[in-house]
């Protein structure tokens, strides 16, 4: 299904809405994303009239998926991938390596059923799980925000295909001045450098964004690296012939988080320029000279400040935890939890709270005179009591109420006490609060 063509304004705020809605904390698992009561209706509604609803969800299953991309290579050619991809690299939005990708699967991925991979659920020619559920939107989302998506995904290839232009647009001088500047910071690298040098070396020419949290830069040598433009042979790449899921999965090591063939390049290793001239027309002499017309791109006007999401709560001042200390966790944005401290350990010289639930679950946070009011939550099993850390760094916590008296309780102890960082209270209230998994 083609995505909705907004106008940039538009496409901005629409973009802007989603990535609020499809916020990881309102995501539900198996049934898609919920809708926080804060979120305003007039919004949903806009949402509702351009097309981008939350939760269009769809199933699909492996055989037609696959079906769907090797019947493109009847009418979507490599070349044509090629040129869409460098012509991406001067847009106004992330580099669209996904259209390459696309078009070298077709004409490379055979037919098959599915093939399960060991004890996982993936296919091991493919990487696709049996049933593929799509959210329409959030791949409008993750189009628009994230470009050219996971290295390989046939469920980003079946949505590139389907993104496809009706006539392809001819690579600008600056575009192709880009990725013939990319190649050359590639090649250049010293001999033991990794991929994530590759990365920062791409990442310095400034042609899009400077943040590490930017995929840009990494999307566009990730694709270059599954076309084969950069292998480590025996590791290659589709330019080369047909790498499997399985394949592309092997790493050097358990750290490494590049996929093959980009987990074993080095610099040594070099850009394989007659992969480049067939897919980019490229040259090693080539590119010096079309690397003359590249420029970084101008530097983006600051975006204005968002409004508040939501009021924020009355708090005290943040400080580190002291016992008798009620501090409000913010689940999502209209999802709060509140614990209670204990006492306060010391394990060398980092101060730890022993900390539990109170039995209260809300969308904003209570009047601090109430807290006195609440018992604790327990799990399904008992009482469940954490200690941890950096309760006052941590995004999301506040300081509601201080020397609050112990509450009240006839369950006894838990057995064991973890330990870890104040974030992981976000994560397992779940355990405490089956709430959260209703939409």
Not at 7 to 30: H, I, M, Q, T
Not at 122 to 147: I, K
Not at 275 to 285: C, I, N, P, S, W
Request: charged share 25%; glycine share 8%.
């Amino acid at each position: 299904m083609a995505l909705p063509v907004l106008p940039p304004s538009e496409r901005e705020r629409a973009c802007g809405l989603l990535e609020r809605l499809y916020d990881p904390k309102n995501v539900v698992y198996a049934k898609g994303v919920r809708i926080p009561k804060t979120f305003p209706a007039g919004d949903l509604a806009w949402l509702r009239e351009i097309g981008l609803a939350p939760n269009q969800r769809t199933t699909a299953g492996h055989d037609a998926l696959v079906r769907r991309v090797v019947a493109a290579r009847r009418s979507r050619s490599i070349a044509d991938g090629g040129r869409i991809f460098m012509a991406s690299l001067d847009a106004d939005e992330p580099p669209h390596g996904a259209f390459l990708e696309a078009a070298l699967l077709a004409h490379r991925l055979p037919a098959h059923a599915f093939e399960r991979w060991g004890a996982s659920s993936s296919c091991r020619q493919c990487g696709l799980e049996r049933e593929v559920v799509r959210d329409a939107t959030e791949e409008y989302l993750d189009w628009h925000r994230q470009g050219s998506g996971i290295p390989g995904s046939v469920e980003w290839a079946v949505l590139a295909l389907e993104q496809w232009p009706r006539r392809p647009a001819p690579p600008s001088k600056l575009a192709r001045g880009r990725l013939a500047s990319i190649l050359l910071a590639l090649d250049g690298l010293a001999p033991g450098a990794r991929a994530g040098a590759g990365v920062d070396a791409v990442r310095s020419l400034g042609f899009f964004g400077k943040s590490r949290r930017d995929p840009a830069a990494r999307s566009v040598v990730e694709t270059l690296a599954f076309a084969g433009v950069l292998e480590a042979p025996p590791h290659v790449g589709l330019a080369t012939r047909f790498v499997s899921f399985l394949e592309r999965d092997a790493r050097p090591t358990v750290r490494t988080e590049y996929d093959a063939p980009l987990g074993f390049w080095r610099g040594s290793n070099g850009v394989n320029w007659a992969h480049a001239k067939t897919l980019f027309g490229l040259t090693a002499a080539s590119a010096v000279q079309a690397a003359e017309l590249a420029r970084p791109a101008p530097t983006p006007a600051p975006k204005p400040k968002r409004a508040a999401r939501v009021e924020r709560p009355r708090t005290l001042p943040r400080r580190p935890a002291v016992a008798g200390d009620v501090w409000g966790v913010r689940l999502r944005e209209d999802s709060w939890v509140l614990v209670y401290v204990w006492r306060i350990e010391r394990a060398g010289a980092r101060p730890w709270a022993l900390v539990e639930y109170l039995d209260w679950f809300g969308e904003s946070l209570p009047e601090p005179s109430f807290v006195t009011s609440f018992g604790v939550r327990a799990r399904s099993d008992g009482r469940w009591q954490m200690r941890a850390h950096s309760l006052e760094k941590t995004t999301g916590t506040v300081l509601l109420a201080e020397r609050v008296p112990p509450p009240k309780t006839r369950e006894p102890l838990p057995d064991r006490t973890p330990g870890g960082s104040a974030k992981e209270l976000v994560q397992l209230a779940d355990w405490c609060f089956p709430e959260l998994d209703r939409l």
